[in-house]
């Protein structure tokens, strides 16, 4: 098995991925260990990293090439950001580690950094305008995106660290200093009011952090920030919260690290700055950032997102990891979803919900390899706790449910939980995916495709499946039928298996 440690050298903190190469292109985390050393606090006055910087540097990179060590990694890559952009001594550190160490360090730009953000971004959301912004130690990148093309990017020399040495009053009132600060920076390059009112996706500890605390103050029933959102309101809600109370407070807020409480004021400030310049009201959180972009770009040179969709890509990716037959997969979910669209046209299903079906076909059987005994079960839960890209939380349950379906009552029990994420109706919605994906896995019962192709066909109060002439399919035919019931309660129609 081909892995990749990943070790991302920030100004804040230092970050190490172990990731675990698919044969597709995919990855999965094995491993992440952090240490907050604050190599931009160790940048003394004439520019220089000092000597306890180049020993703190040293000792956190041994310990994480230790652990690639016990994970027989195949590589390591190491990328430097602002605090070793900014010494000038950079090159005799680069040097003295590769001498100690073996490890050779990759200092990157600004714009690569930028960029890596976007390919992060671009590999694990669906986007199509934006504002990125990755809020880092020493440096902050901003990255607007048309069309789901970069089209201008630029790091700012202000970061979570660096702004915090700027005096500010206790409270919002410091909140405030730093704000104007940002907008003043912001405000210099013209991009960032080309497109106003587009949503901003923010990457980084800093805003992951602002997310998990809201996420904590509304009783969020997910400890997922990936595509998790915000509103402009509630952005500035929760960093008053923060603001109004001393940092030995903040040090016990639920979501908050406590080793960044001393820095998310500063921090938050710069993104409040950002949503006001670019006169956005949505914030969406990417949990993905430099590493997964220097996996993609330095691994498969993929810059702008995968050849296939991101939904598309992440399905087979969870899909190869929990060992499920993708030919049997893939031809559920051609018979599924030509039934539902066959929903769709007489107003039985929603056109919109073709992804939710996609993702729930796809891996409606995953947690065979669980346990067959209960399987729907482990389905559930591992499509919950997978990284399905491209689907929002609310779809992500609803897939999960549709694919683990047995009954409304057993449905509803696992995702009782869950519910707050629900609108009217989803439970109802998810029932109907649900049936139609175990009428495709029968039809699919021998994982032979003996049967080509279904038409779904509502005539009165009746739920006909027509099956190819000819088709020799008993087996099929049978286990169909004994989903009778499931129709009639889910459907209020008689299911008919008709050639």
Not at 5 to 30: H, K, P, T, W
Not at 369 to 377: F, G, L, S
Request: proline letters at 3%; charged letters at 20%; hydrophobic letters at 40%.
């Amino acid at each position: 098995m081909d892995r990749t440690g990943i070790i991302d050298i920030g100004s804040n903190s230092m970050r190490l991925s172990i990731m675990q190469e698919f044969a597709n292109g995919g990855y999965y985390v094995l491993d992440e260990h952090k240490s907050s050393p604050r190599l931009f606090n160790e940048v003394g006055p004439s520019g220089e990293l000092t000597a306890r910087g180049i020993q703190e540097l040293t000792v956190h990179l041994r310990e994480f090439l230790s652990l690639c060590d016990a994970y027989e990694v195949n590589r390591v890559i190491a990328l430097g950001t602002a605090a070793l952009r900014a010494a000038t001594n950079a090159q005799s550190v680069v040097a003295e580690v590769k001498d100690s160490l073996g490890l050779e360090i990759e200092i990157i730009s600004g714009q690569e950094e930028a960029r890596l953000g976007y390919s992060a971004v671009m590999h694990t959301l669906t986007v199509q305008d934006a504002y990125l912004v990755d809020i880092g130690g020493g440096s902050t990148e901003v990255t607007l995106v048309r069309q789901g093309r970069l089209v201008a990017s630029y790091s700012f020399a202000l970061g979570a660290v660096t702004m915090s040495r700027v005096k500010a009053p206790a409270g919002t009132a410091g909140l405030a200093v730093w704000r104007q600060l940002a907008i003043d920076a912001f405000s210099q390059q013209g991009f960032i009011e080309l497109t106003p009112g587009i949503e901003v996706i923010g990457i980084g500890g800093t805003i992951r952090n602002i997310a998990r605390v809201h996420q904590m103050a509304v009783g969020y029933p997910l400890s997922m920030t990936h595509n998790y959102a915000m509103t402009g309101a509630q952005v500035e809600e929760t960093m008053r919260f923060l603001a109004n109370m001393p940092l030995s407070r903040r040090k016990k807020i639920e979501g908050l690290s406590r080793e960044r409480a001393d820095l998310i004021l500063p921090g938050g400030a710069i993104l409040l700055a950002l949503l006001s310049c670019t006169s956005s009201t949505r914030l969406r959180i990417s949990g993905r950032g430099l590493r997964d972009g220097a996996f993609y770009t330095r691994r498969f040179s993929e810059f702008a997102g995968p050849p296939g969709s991101v939904l598309d890509t992440s399905v087979l990716h969870t899909l190869q990891w929990f060992g499920g037959t993708e030919s049997h997969a893939r031809h559920v979910t051609a018979l599924a979803g030509q039934m539902f669209s066959a929903a769709v046209q007489v107003g039985l299903l929603p056109p919109q919900a073709v992804n939710i079906l996609y993702a729930a076909a796809m891996l409606h059987r995953v947690g065979v390899n669980v346990n067959y005994y209960h399987y729907d079960r482990h389905t559930f839960y591992l499509i919950m706790s997978s990284s399905i890209y491209g689907l929002t939380h609310r779809e992500i349950l609803l897939a999960a449910a549709a694919a683990s379906y047995k009954s409304r009552q057993k449905m509803r029990k696992l995702c009782s939980p869950y519910l707050s994420l629900c609108q009217d109706g989803d439970m109802d919605l998810a029932a109907r995916i649900g049936v139609l994906i175990r009428l495709a896995e029968t039809l699919d019962r021998r994982h032979s495709g003996r049967i080509p192709s279904v038409s779904l066909r509502l005539v009165d109060n009746r739920f006909e499946l027509w099956l190819p002439p000819g088709s020799e399919a008993q087996v099929e035919i049978s286990a169909t039928m004994a989903l009778a019931s499931h129709v009639k309660k889910v459907y209020g129609r008689n299911l008919e298996v008709c050639m």
